[in-house]
């Protein structure tokens, strides 16, 4: 029987009790964490593969990889996003890298707060299993929620794909 882990969601974050959460994941032989985790865990890197990221800036003058309480803003969707990484634990001896953010944008009715996580692992068999999910709060997750297609969803397959393909051309 093979376990795999969950994301670890922080208090008012959990799914089911926000305006809207995601789920993408992708289990991909070939790959292992050691391969994917730069491509993640360096927040630079990811106009690269993600179409969806533009301008990433680190603020606090320290990098490239992405640690616990480290201020990061990039753009997505179309709009700036302040964010703070809130856990971070590089893969390793069978343990999943874990990388998740506080991100928020907007103020008053147009206030946008979201926990977006990932997970790394190695499964048996020579596989790699990332999952990114993400929970958001505010009227603009509501709206989002009740698009079709969903853009969250559809935005984050992007994600994954583009991190699958810039792994294996590394």
Not at 112 to 120: G, Q, R, S, T, Y
């Amino acid at each position: 029987m093979t376990m795999m882990n969950a994301i670890e969601w922080p208090e008012g974050y959990v799914p089911g009790f926000t305006e809207n959460f995601c789920s993408n994941e992708v289990i991909v032989p070939g790959l292992t964490t050691a391969q994917v985790w730069p491509l993640l865990s360096h927040a630079q890197a990811w106009p690269g593969y993600y179409g969806n990221a533009a301008n990433i800036r680190l603020h606090d003058g320290n990098g490239p990889e992405l640690e616990t309480g480290r201020r990061f803003s990039f753009e997505t969707f179309g709009f700036p996003v302040e964010a703070e990484v809130v856990e971070y634990v590089a893969p390793a001896d069978g343990r999943p890298g874990r990388i998740a953010w506080h991100g928020w944008a907007g103020e008053g009715d147009t206030r946008l707060d979201v926990h977006h996580a990932w997970l790394v692992e190695d499964l048996p068999g020579g596989r790699v299993r990332i999952l990114t999910q993400e929970t958001q709060k505010g009227k603009p997750a509501e709206d989002l929620a009740k698009a079709k297609p969903n853009p969250m969803i559809n935005g984050h397959q992007d994600w994954l794909d583009g991190l699958v393909a810039a792994a294996r051309k590394a």
